[in-house]
């Protein structure tokens, strides 16, 4: 089993434990066993939720990243690198200001069909750009989520709130308490189906062709991992925010040491992006103790330099 | 003689354009609105001269159409040194060095980082564009997180300072930044101008152009001088322009239908600058202050270089 080979299991227990202890109120743990009120209500309202956020997060976009990239046939493609993640905030953007009111599920339904009418014109977009240079598409998919999100700022300053945008859409694990991130566990059904099917996502791999021949329903597929990714960006960027280039670069750290059997790597993937996530928010909480660094800068500076050590490394 | 004319109907396109600028629903106010628009008139000269001359200089040195110093990096590494700068030493920063030293400071970083770039990624002569593009554009994000993450350190009235820094205005410029920045753009001008035909044999490759007798690396090192103080100049008077550099470069390029030097540059100044008076005119008369330049600018020439790539992927 390449989970137990990794050696990932008792790094990501040292991790959640880390996560757990560091805070900026100080709990005496060994209230807990005495069960104190105060240290019960830290953990469980606070620190436990925002536990289960990261881990779900981090498992839900290093999936989706790999998701992606079977589906592009692409190592350089995931939600950041698509326009998914752009088109999702757009969709937050256009729900506040047309239905005010509206609660969480709704935002969550516009993000839905935004993210995945993004990810259906990029894929039409790559498709007519026959010559599949590596870097290419990645190359396009940063442009256009640049151009949607030049569109959310166009919106955004025309109602006013460009300010707050730029506040709430960094990816931020800090106002995670008991009762606002529940949405997130939609994550585990969308990881657990795409563990059942992670054989077909395997043979999306292989083409078109090849993945008809072997009869698979190729569009069916297709569509099924691109909502797959669209529910779990968009439950991500309503609840913590845009977090970029985690489903990047782990699932290209599993594939280079583990290879592409995604039946087999795809537990690694997972546990290997919340590991990222959760080392990526304890740096944030100590870098500036005792306040925080938003998440989306410590996972943008780091994954964004393995990214960069990806395609430095891909040249030689 | 056809020449002449286009010159002439280009200057007297411009000319219309500008006072049009400053003279519409003006009342002929000449205490206060006329003045206003003359320095904002200005800053948008030297800013469009700056873009289009490093932009074209900079794809002539790289021999493609699609990467310029602003898509490479080199705006955030100007934003990143600023804020490192107040990071490090805080207001009194700007005490301590003065507008000039700052200045020089700087445009020396940007020296270095292009110097390493060249050295990095130039290094095998035939480097894959799109790796470049792929590179400069993560290394923007991974530097943009950096900058943010800084603007987190730094207090309030410090965080409300390098704010304006990074979006593009012009209403930043102050009259006497712009004699500077008109003074140093005038010396790259008249240096630049006699090195014309030199940069016209670089484009010709570097084996061309050293079996021509020119002598590459002084000719190269020199260019890439030009390049980072214009850049370094319309970083600090109107912020970061992103594509916009691209999108002159390749309307000039059509407009002239001649690759020679003397005719692109002036004319790319002009589309340049042209542009710049058709996007703050939009923004004052047609959108009522409801949306900025650079979202305009952002919006507009994001597009076209998305349309740029795919229509060029095969021969970049």
Request: aromatic share 8%.
């Amino acid at each position: 089993m390449p989970l137990l080979r990794s050696g990932l299991l008792p790094l990501f227990a040292l991790l959640c434990l880390a996560s757990l202890l560091i805070g900026a109120r100080q709990v005496a743990w060994l209230d807990i066993l005495s069960l104190s009120d105060d240290a019960w209500l830290t953990l469980t309202a606070s620190r436990l939720p925002r536990l289960a956020a990261l881990v779900l997060t981090g498992v839900g976009l290093a999936v989706c990243g790999v998701v992606l990239q079977q589906i592009l046939r692409n190592k350089f493609v995931e939600p950041a690198t698509t326009g998914g993640l752009d088109a999702a905030k757009l969709g937050i953007l256009v729900a506040l200001t047309a239905a005010p009111g509206a609660g969480t599920t709704v935002r969550m339904l516009f993000a839905l069909a935004f993210s995945l009418g993004a990810s259906l014109l990029f894929i039409a977009i790559i498709r007519r750009v026959r010559a599949r240079s590596t870097v290419l598409v990645p190359v396009i998919g940063l442009m256009y989520g640049g151009v949607l999100g030049a569109i959310a700022e166009f919106y955004a300053y025309q109602h006013n709130i460009l300010q707050s945008m730029q506040g709430w859409l960094l990816g931020d694990f800090s106002r995670i308490v008991q009762g606002n991130y529940e949405i997130l566990w939609l994550v585990l059904p969308v990881v657990a189906l795409t563990y059942a099917y992670a054989h077909r996502f395997t043979m999306l791999g292989m083409g078109e062709g090849l993945a008809t021949s072997l009869g698979l329903n190729y569009r069916a597929t297709v569509l099924l991992g691109l909502l797959l990714v669209a529910v779990t960006v968009s439950a991500t960027v309503i609840t913590a925010g845009a977090i970029p280039f985690v489903g990047l670069v782990i699932p290209n750290l599993v594939a280079l040491r583990h290879g592409d059997h995604l039946g087999r790597t795809l537990p690694v993937v997972a546990l290997g992006g919340a590991s990222l996530l959760l080392f990526c928010d304890i740096l944030g909480r100590l870098v500036a103790y005792p306040y925080e660094v938003p998440i989306g800068l410590t996972a943008g500076g780091v994954g964004g330099l393995l990214f960069l050590g990806l395609i430095v490394w891909r040249r030689r | 003689m056809t020449r002449k004319l286009l010159w002439a109907g280009v200057g007297a396109g411009l000319a219309a354009l500008a006072l049009t600028y400053v003279l519409l629903f003006s009342g002929l106010d000449f205490n206060y609105v006329i003045p206003k628009r003359l320095v904002r008139l200005g800053a948008m000269l030297i800013g469009g001269i700056c873009i289009a001359w490093s932009a074209i200089a900079f794809q002539t040195l790289t021999n493609n159409r699609i990467l310029t110093p602003a898509v490479m990096g080199y705006e955030a590494v100007y934003l990143l040194a600023q804020s490192l700068l107040v990071l490090v030493l805080g207001t009194q920063s700007l005490v301590l060095l003065g507008a000039g030293g700052n200045f020089a400071l700087s445009v020396a970083l940007m020296l270095v980082y292009s110097w390493l770039l060249h050295r990095w990624l130039f290094q095998d002569g035939h480097s894959n564009v799109y790796s470049l593009l792929l590179v400069g554009l993560v290394l923007t994000l991974v530097m943009g997180t950096f900058t943010q993450f800084v603007q987190f350190r730094t207090s309030p009235g410090e965080f409300s300072m390098l704010l304006g820094f990074t979006q593009a205005s012009f209403n930043r410029a102050q009259p006497a930044q712009l004699l500077y920045a008109g003074a140093i753009v005038a010396l790259v001008c008249a240096v630049g101008h006699r090195t014309l035909p030199t940069l016209d044999v670089l484009a010709l490759g570097r084996e061309s152009a050293i079996s021509l007798g020119v002598d590459y690396r002084r000719a190269v090192r020199l260019q890439l001088v030009l390049i980072s103080t214009l850049v370094a100049v319309s970083t600090s008077l109107l912020g970061p322009t992103a594509f916009m550099g691209i999108f002159v470069a390749n309307t000039a390029y059509a407009l002239a239908r001649s690759m020679r030097h003397h005719v692109t540059l002036p004319l790319g100044c002009a589309i340049a600058v042209a542009i710049f008076i058709a996007a703050q005119l939009a923004v004052e008369h047609v959108f009522n202050y409801r949306t900025t330049v650079g979202i305009l600018v952002n919006l507009v020439c994001g597009a076209y270089f998305l349309a740029l790539v795919v229509r060029h992927r095969g021969a970049p």
